[in-house]
């Protein structure tokens, strides 16, 4: 399988997201099972990013 430039830089910015909410979960509660949920969480800034046209980076209509 071979990803783009664009789907790499997608998953970059998904495994940041992912970090930094699973981080901040279990640092103010102590639950591993609540930092986990920070995996669904991450998602949505990413696929809101990818679902808006005029995102130059991401959008639909990026070119790779």
Not at 29 to 53: C, E, H, S
Request: net charge positive.
């Amino acid at each position: 399988m071979k990803l783009s430039k664009t789907n790499k830089a997608l998953l970059a910015s998904y495994g940041r997201s992912f970090l930094s909410a699973a981080l901040a979960v279990y640092i103010s509660t102590g639950d591993v099972k609540m930092a986990a949920n920070a995996f669904w969480a991450a998602a949505l800034p990413v696929l809101m990013r990818y679902l808006n046209p005029n995102d130059v980076a991401f959008g639909k209509t990026s070119n790779d």
